[in-house]
Antibody, heavy 118, light 108 residues
Framework: EMQLVESGGGLIQPGGSLRLSCVASGFTVSNRNMTWVRQAPGKGLELVSIIYSGGTTYYADSVKGRFTFSRDDSKNTLYLQMNSLRAEDTAVYYC????????????WGQGTLVTVSS | SYVLTQPPSVSVAPGKTARITCEGNNIGTKSVHWYQQEPGQAPVLVICHDCDRPSGIPERFSGSSSGNTATLTISRVEAGDEADYYCQVWDSSSDRVVFGGGTKLAVL
């Protein structure tokens, strides 16, 4: 059974750093394009980052230079390193698997909440 | 940048048909996908363009698009269909994923 489980969220002060993890089971993350999608409280969905199966990455302009998406193939785990956090980064962060074709989000984790506040 | 516009809310009586629209420039030429998000839950894919129906999604859910409008149609609406619905495309011109702002479906 396909499963994505995020962890690592919490309360952090502005300017701080946090690392989110996403453990995958039922498939191999290195064979698929994987993503982080976030949702600010009461708001819509926003694609934050993609790591392609080949290892290259994409970042939304809003996080470029501050966030780093990586993976550990031996652990079948994804990471989102978030630095220089701002209040506007407050959101639920979802790990999601992207389809091979047509670029849709096939499977989602349950999400982890990041709150940036002093 | 490419913009998808959804109505903030749609209301429908149980047993009736709900139609949720998603407007974008020439959206009929793009692959449009739809997600359902119940309160406090992660989004779930309900309709993907040109792909097999996602597992567990009833045939009451269908999608269509033409011109500048895509539509998610939910037939024989049930109380359990009450949720937020998001449309999504890949905009090839900007090489970006774009989400609509979401529509809250209320079952009266």
């Amino acid at each position: 059974e396909m499963q994505l489980v995020e962890s690592g969220g919490g309360l952090i002060q502005p300017g701080g750093s946090l690392r989110l993890s996403c453990v995958a089971s039922g498939f191999t993350v290195s064979n698929r394009n994987m993503t982080w999608v976030r949702q600010a409280p009461g708001k819509g969905l926003e694609l934050v980052s993609i790591i392609y199966s080949g290892g290259t990455t994409y970042y939304a302009d809003s996080v470029k230079g501050r966030f780093t998406f990586s993976r550990d193939d031996s652990k079948n785990t994804l990471y989102l390193q978030m630095n220089s956090l701002r209040a506007e980064d407050t959101a639920v962060y979802y790990c999601a698997r992207m389809s091979r074709l047509r670029a849709y989000f096939e499977y989602w984790g349950q999400g982890t909440l990041v709150t940036v506040s002093s | 940048s490419y913009v998808l516009t959804q109505p903030p809310s749609v209301s429908v009586a149980p047993g009736k048909t709900a139609r949720i629209t998603c407007e974008g420039n020439n959206i009929g030429t793009k692959s449009v996908h739809w997600y359902q998000q119940e309160p406090g839950q992660a989004p779930v894919l309900v309709i993907c363009h040109d792909c097999d129906r996602p597992s567990g999604i009833p045939e009451r859910f269908s999608g269509s698009s033409s011109g500048n409008t895509a539509t998610l149609t939910i037939s024989r609406v049930e109380a359990g269909d009450e949720a937020d619905y998001y449309c999504q495309v890949w905009d090839s011109s900007s090489d970006r994923v774009v989400f609509g702002g979401g529509t809250k479906l209320a079952v009266l």
